[in-house]
């Protein structure tokens, strides 16, 4: 039988530090921290140097958790980049990349092997090199013969998972630099503090019926989830946050983003999970038996992350809720009523990074080790 989800184990401060052994929830809390320690830092670096660079294009490296990294500096930068922006996680560099090029590598612990190799394939073409990461890793080091520009990060015990911010920081600030972005220290000081109050909602002392990120990881326990964001950065939340639950949660997810995947997502209301079909979770059917029908599935549930600054109208994305609570699909909004799409982004991937965790707490889980994922440390370290 699977692991059974324990609602009051949320609210045991006692289990829960005895199962998060790596104090993921600390690491998470210290978000805003991060942000402001890694400005300090970026400017001790000289990430100002790129303020003199003009590059034929940019590529993001980045491997695992810092993944999303990548993701939201492409985001940023689409509105205003008059140059190519590219992410790159596996294999070689893009073949355009030469000296005229930027290329930012990013890794929390300095050593994934891709991150590392890519970072070395710019510095062998001439591309100017930025680095994020450990300090005197193996990646300050490509850096440092390339004369580049490394960003320290220093966050104690955190994972590439829980130090999102720590990477995601540096990478904002090359953004602006370069001109392809407007994100200022302003902008950051208020991502900052918004990532503290939404730390202090989702505290491990805050209880269940009141705790958006327990209430989240509840509502997602016993559901099998689709998860659909809206509004520019929509689809970065929305791949961070299944990721998330997936690696920390332990929960596959489905996921989308607001036009394009409507009709994906809205289809499978009428299919085999929606309520009332044949074997799915909605079931009313009171003479059902489990050992000959087979055990019932989880209920869909849609987990919406809205942009609510505009006030109560939110067009197509009010019309998908609408559809779902019609077809008797479960619902759980998330909103952002924040102006700054930046910092709409902020709080959504800090609430489902809580939810994400406290799933996996719930469940017994340590959030920050699976035994599978060790088999396969021996091929990559991120």
Known sequence: MGAVFDEARLDDEGALASLDSSDSLRALAGAGAQVRRTMAAAGEAGLDRLRDVEPRGVVVAAAGGSVAVADLFEAVS??????????CTSGSLPGWVGALDVVLAVSQSGRAAGTLALAAEAARRGAFLV??????SPLADVCARAHGVHVPIAVGGSSSRTSVWA???????????????????ETLAELADL???????????????????????????ESTPIVLGEGPFG????????????????????????PDAASQ??????????????????????FADPFLDGPSRAPLRLIMMRDTSAGD????????????????????????????????????VSLTDFAATYLALGFGFDPATSPHVRLLRGSREV
Not at 131 to 136: E, F, H, I, L
Not at 247 to 257: L, M, S
């Open 235 to 258: 689809d970065v939340t929305a791949r961070r946050a299944a990721a998330m639950f997936g690696r920390t949660g332990r929960v596959p997810v489905a996921h989308g983003c607001l």
């Open 131 to 136: 680095t994020v990461g450990a300090a005197d």
């Open 313 to 348: 109208g939110h067009g197509l994305a009010d019309t998908v809720v609408s559809v779902a609570e019609d077809a008797g699909v479960r619902v759980s909004l998330v909103d952002a009523p924040a102006t700054d799409p930046l910092l709409r982004l902020a709080h959504h």
């Open 265 to 286: 997502i809205v289809a499978c209301f009428d299919g085999p999970l929606a309520p009332g079909q044949s074997g799915g979770g909605g079931s009313d059917d009171i």
């Open 195 to 221: 990532l503290d109050r939404t730390a202090t909602d989702a505290r491990p002392s805050s209880e269940s019926f009141v705790n958006p990120a327990k209430i989240l990881a509840t509502e997602l326990a």
């Open 78 to 87: 689409r509105g205003a980049a008059a140059l190519p922006v590219q992410s």
């Open 167 to 185: 990477q995601a920081t540096p990478a904002l600030l090359a953004a602006d630099a370069l001109g392809i972005a407007s994100v200022s220290h």
